[in-house]
DNA sequence: ACGCCAGGTATTTTT
DNA sequence: TACCTGGCGT
């Protein structure tokens, strides 16, 4: 295999080792991607692989797509059997194939976070307790939480010892009865269940663990526990194994992402090799420095130094503004003269924040300044409450026991069912001990619905059987196609939201021709199949047609991407790093925060710039915090403005201090 | 059933 | 400051 040559030895050697598991830790920009692309490639041309007994594994659609084609570029063959998904799209692909023997039914649903926080409200009332937002996203996140420790709601309970861990306990418990009785899943239970599958039928896991021969996992520092659990169970004992990460770019443990995985590895993997990619093929010399001094403070790190043939380089710098405005004009000017006289693209350039609300500022002056940008991230395409509608139709009619959706759209278009109505159908479902789907089909014998409601109520049961039986053996988009226009609902839109109609047409015509492309390229496009991906599918699957425009991202959107000249904004004290020193675990959730500060640092290929305000308008007020404390470890160039000079009342002896020690 | 207003609340979110 | 949600009035 010639295709090898042009690795590094590292590379080489993390491509190769087949004798025994490998963990490959590879600093940003070194190369991961192409190493497990070319060790797939390798196992199947030189250790006889089928690529059917290739298992890979990384968390966003997006990466896998693209490791995806570059396997298949390389291999030249077909590539169907091969398994390179996300952890949740190769549970749900088990989980289609088994979950009969967990209970389900093989058509049920996933429900997103607001199908979630629905579920959750409807537990708190029925519980007696208030449902306060606040109050459902604490018990939400509590809840996931728990799901992906694997701890189960009995178990909760029984560890549950303040009162509001008790209700987290009993909401739990309910929420799960609730999903359970939809025929449905969340997120978290796409790997929670694929796990109990694998544990408790022994049938199962053989058939996996014999089928995947050679298995790899990519960015192993994000695992949590369960996909930690999914992981041994499909690998233990194995040595074609491969986990590739790097632990300074673990940022999502407040999501429970456990960095111990990655740090643990020898342990759990005996013999295993263990390969530093430290070669930087992105930045240049100036910007790995100023990532390594900044990386250097964290303690819980496998230590690595990245180093480049890309000597020469620009200095990092650093600029304080007097406010935000003034942050964002400085930064549009950059983008103008990089544009206009260095006469390069403004597709090549990045702003990142570490708050969405940080893009304001940006967003008017750009706007005002005629540069084009595009804002990832944010509201979700899948989110939009027209797409979402959709969805829920299909989702309602694929699978008859899903009530969240039904309920969602048993007045869309509006047909005169309202609130009353449901909770008297949902009395009688609760009465005579049935669900509400089934409770809807017998309304007719419901007295105390009114006899013309009740004809509204049969006439939409029979037009969801009508479409039941019409969308078999039809394609995705044109039943789409057929759905909007039985329902009449760009009418519907046209009504109900007449400023921003347009543009929830044109969502709706996205969504069809996603749709589409889906049924073009997938083998098997059903509408099960279809609500099987979208489920998954997240807004920067969609949207990364960047072309010629500025993006501007939260750190966290911007790992794995990477742009000549990047602007890291808002780098002030409260803001990034966004704890304070009285907050309990400070130190640790500072180390996460360093190593997002690292990320965005080391997508930068040519030009990196810090920004920060000394004011800024926050939640309407003004607030005005120190330089960051990363600056001081970055230790940039400073770059000081006339109009930056410091004035008014908010010139305390502590900035005074800390402006000194910057400029001197 | 729908529209308007008041009040509460604002990290990061691969799936 | 600005958004979103839920409650209330029509």
Same mark, same amino acid.
């Given at each position: 295999?010639?295709?090898?040559?042009?690795?590094?030895?590292?590379?080489?050697?993390?491509?190769?080792?087949?004798?025994?598991?490998?963990?490959?830790?590879?600093?940003?920009?070194?190369? +991961?991607?192409?190493?497990?692309?070319?060790?797939?490639?390798?196992?199947?041309?030189?250790?006889?692989?089928?690529?059917?007994?290739?298992? =890979?594994?990384t968390f966003t659609n997006k990466a896998a797509g693209e490791m995806k084609s570059r396997v298949s570029q390389l291999l030249q063959q077909d590539v169907s059997r091969l398994w390179i998904t996300t952890f949740h799209s190769a549970c749900v692909r088990i989980l289609r194939q088994y979950i009969d023997k967990l209970g389900y039914k093989k058509d049920f649903s996933i429900y997103d976070d607001t199908d979630q926080a629905g579920v959750i409200r409807e537990a708190l009332r029925s519980l007696g307790q208030d449902p306060k937002e606040n109050n459902i996203?604490?018990?939400?996140?509590?809840?996931?939480? =728990?799901?992906?420790?694997?701890?189960?709601?009995?178990?909760?309970?029984?560890?549950?010892?303040?009162?509001?861990?008790?209700?987290? =306990?009993?909401?739990?418990?309910?929420?799960?009865?609730?999903?359970?009785?939809?025929?449905?899943?969340?997120?978290?239970?796409?790997?929670?269940?694929a796990v109990k599958l694998l544990e408790e039928h022994k049938e199962v896991r053989d058939h996996y663990r014999e089928r995947f021969k050679h298995i790899l996992v990519d960015e192993y520092q994000d695992?949590?526990?369960?996909?930690?659990?999914?992981?041994?169970?499909?690998?233990?004992?194995?040595?074609?194994?491969?986990?590739?990460?790097?632990?300074?770019?673990?940022?999502?443990a407040w999501r429970g992402a456990d960095i111990q995985n990655i740090l643990n590895f020898e342990k759990d993997?005996?013999?295993?090799?263990?390969?530093?990619?430290?070669?930087?093929?992105?930045?240049?010399?100036?910007?790995?420095?100023?990532?390594?001094r900044l990386i250097h403070k964290n303690s819980q790190r496998n230590e690595k130094k990245l180093w480049t043939a890309k000597k020469e380089g620009q200095p990092v710098q650093f600029l304080l503004m007097e406010n935000e405005m003034e942050e964002a004009r400085w930064v549009g000017q950059q983008i103008y003269y990089w544009q206009n006289y260095a006469n390069r693209s403004y597709g090549e350039v990045a702003v990142f924040y570490r708050t969405h609300a940080q893009s304001r500022a940006f967003e008017d002056v750009f706007r005002g300044m005629r540069i084009p940008y595009?804002?990832?991230?944010?509201?979700?395409?899948?989110?939009?409450?027209?797409? +979402?509608?959709?969805?829920?139709?299909?989702?309602?009619?694929?699978?008859p026991q899903d009530e969240v959706s039904l309920k969602r759209i048993i007045n869309i278009p509006t047909r005169g069912i309202g609130d009353k109505t449901l909770e008297k159908i949902q009395a009688y479902a609760a009465a005579k001990g049935i669900s509400f789907p089934a409770a809807l089909k017998e309304s007719n014998l419901l007295d105390s619905i009114s006899p013309k409601t009740r004809a509204k109520l049969i006439e939409f049961d029979s037009m969801m059987d009508q479409?039941?039986?019409?969308?078999?053996?039809?394609?995705?988009?044109?039943?789409?196609?057929?759905?909007?226009?039985?329902?009449?609902?760009?009418?519907?839109?046209?009504?109900?939201?007449?400023?921003d109609e347009e543009q929830r047409i044109r969502n709706v015509e996205e969504l069809v021709s996603a749709a589409a492309d889906f049924e073009n390229s997938s083998e098997d496009?059903?509408?099960?199949?279809?609500?099987?991906?979208?489920?998954?599918?997240?807004?920067?699957?969609?949207?990364?047609?960047?072309?010629?425009?500025?993006?501007?991202?939260?750190?966290?959107?911007?790992?794995?991407?990477?742009?000549?000249?990047?602007?890291?904004?808002?780098?002030?004290?409260?803001?990034?790093?966004?704890?304070?020193?009285?907050?309990?675990?400070?130190?640790?959730?500072?180390?996460?925060?360093?190593?997002?500060?690292?990320?965005?640092?080391?997508?930068?290929?040519?030009?990196?710039?810090?920004?920060?305000?000394?004011?800024?308008?926050?939640?309407?007020?003004?607030?005005?915090?120190?330089?960051?404390?990363?600056?001081?470890?970055?230790?940039?160039?400073?770059?000081?403005?006339?109009?930056?000079r410091n004035r008014g009342n908010y010139d305390d002896r502590n900035s005074r201090a800390r402006r000194k020690w910057i400029y001197g």
């Open positions: 295999m010639d295709v090898i040559k042009d690795l590094n030895p590292e590379q080489l050697e993390a491509t190769t080792t087949m004798d025994r598991p490998v963990l490959v830790l590879a600093g940003a920009g070194s190369g +991961k991607t192409r190493v497990i692309t070319y060790r797939i490639a390798y196992s199947i041309f030189e250790k006889f692989n089928h690529p059917g007994e290739i298992l =890979a594994v996203r604490g018990i939400s996140s509590r809840i996931s939480g =728990a799901k992906s420790s694997l701890v189960s709601p009995l178990e909760f309970r029984r560890m549950a010892m303040s009162p509001l861990q008790k209700t987290v =306990a009993d909401v739990y418990t309910l929420y799960e009865a609730i999903l359970k009785r939809n025929n449905a899943v969340d997120f978290d239970d796409l790997l929670t269940l695992t949590n526990h369960v996909q930690y659990r999914m992981m041994q169970m499909l690998s233990m004992n194995k040595t074609m194994v491969c986990a590739v990460g790097d632990d300074d770019q673990s940022i999502y993997y005996p013999g295993v090799k263990i390969v530093k990619l430290e070669q930087n093929y992105r930045s240049t010399q100036p910007i790995l420095d100023a990532a390594n595009r804002v990832v991230g944010g509201i979700k395409f899948y989110d939009r409450k027209e797409v +979402k509608d959709l969805l829920a139709y299909l989702r309602a009619l694929a699978n479409l039941r039986r019409d969308c078999q053996g039809m394609g995705i988009k044109d039943f789409l196609m057929q759905l909007i226009e039985r329902l009449n609902y760009f009418n519907y839109l046209e009504q109900s939201s007449p400023v496009p059903s509408p099960s199949a279809y609500l099987n991906q979208v489920a998954l599918l997240t807004d920067v699957d969609i949207a990364n047609d960047a072309n010629g425009i500025v993006s501007l991202m939260s750190l966290h959107a911007a790992k794995g991407l990477e742009f000549p000249l990047v602007f890291l904004s808002g780098m002030e004290e409260n803001i990034f790093p966004s704890i304070k020193e009285s907050d309990e675990d400070y130190l640790t959730e500072l180390e996460e925060e360093r190593r997002l500060c690292y990320v965005g640092i080391t997508r930068a290929r040519e030009q990196l710039y810090l920004t920060a305000a000394q004011g800024r308008r926050m939640y309407g007020q003004m607030m005005f915090n120190q330089p960051s404390l990363f600056i001081e470890e970055i230790k940039p160039q400073m770059v000081n403005l006339r109009h930056t």
